[in-house]
T-cell receptor, first 111, second 113 residues
Framework: NAGVTQTPKFQVLKTGQSMTLQCAQDMNHNSMYWYRQDPGMGLRLIYY???????DKGEVPNGYNVSRLNKREFSLRLESAAPSQTSVYFC??????????FGSGTRLTVV | AQSVTQLGSHVSVSEGALVLLRCNYS??????LFWYVQYPNQGLQLLLK??????LVKGINGFEAEFKKSETSFHLTKPSAHMSDAAEYFC???????????FGIGTKLQVIP
């Protein structure tokens, strides 16, 4: 099983450009999440989807949008990238309180 | 509301010594507690979890943690550190019936030969 697959692994954007981070899981999990990881700040929740067809804001949603395309896929979109969005982005999925399965991350640099 | 405090952003131990990484939590309802490990340039991997069964939880790679409600703690231990344990460790909390997880800021473990 692949688990949680994120694409791309690396990306450099110019300020103002847009992009979509893709995430897919093959574990039939209901819930999916997007986190960002910054030094000294741990992981902060951007958006989550408790089940197919629903999405909710997390701790730091400004500047992002999400789409739960189907049960497998949960994408994160930056409409107009800013340097403050330079970070490592992780997608995760879970089923009830079993704990998260994480993807390997996307390293995004906005210049 | 829920939160996690990890004491010590960096911890150094000698190979073969006891590993103790501290975590205290705050939760208004009975918590679920987790420890994750992150190796360089990788995603996080679940080490162990507490979900209201046994208070002493055993995980992978010889790690264990004990849930102490009176101290609101969930410290991670390993009797003998190995070089391969060098990584960053995250404590996390969620509430029963509530799947969102709140992470601590992480503790980087250095193992000295």
């Amino acid at each position: 099983n692949a688990g949680v697959t994120q694409t791309p692994k690396f990306q450099v954007l110019k300020t103002g450009q847009s992009m979509t981070l893709q995430c897919a899981q093959d574990m039939n999990h209901n819930s999916m999440y997007w986190y960002r990881q910054d030094p000294g700040m741990g992981l902060r929740l951007i958006y989550y989807s408790a089940s197919e067809g629903t999405t909710d804001k997390g701790e730091v949603p400004n500047g992002y949008n999400v789409s739960r395309l189907n049960k497998r896929e949960f994408s994160l979109r930056l409409e107009s990238a800013a340097p403050s969005q330079t970070s490592v982005y992780f997608c995760a999925s879970s089923e009830r309180e079993d704990g998260y399965t994480f993807g390997s991350g996307t390293r995004l640099t906005v210049v | 509301a829920q939160s996690v405090t990890q004491l010590g952003s960096h911890v150094s131990v000698s190979e073969g010594a006891l590993v103790l990484l501290r975590c205290n939590y705050s939760s208004s309802v009975p918590p679920y507690l987790f420890w994750y490990v992150q190796y360089p340039n990788q995603g996080l991997q679940l080490l162990l979890k507490y979900t209201s069964a046994a208070t002493l939880v055993k995980g992978i790679n010889g790690f264990e943690a004990e849930f102490k409600k009176s101290e609101t703690s969930f410290h991670l231990t390993k009797p003998s550190a190995h070089m391969s344990d060098a990584a960053e460790y995250f404590c996390a909390v969620s509430a029963v019936g509530y799947q969102k997880v709140t992470f601590g800021i992480g503790t980087k473990l250095q193992v000295i030969p």
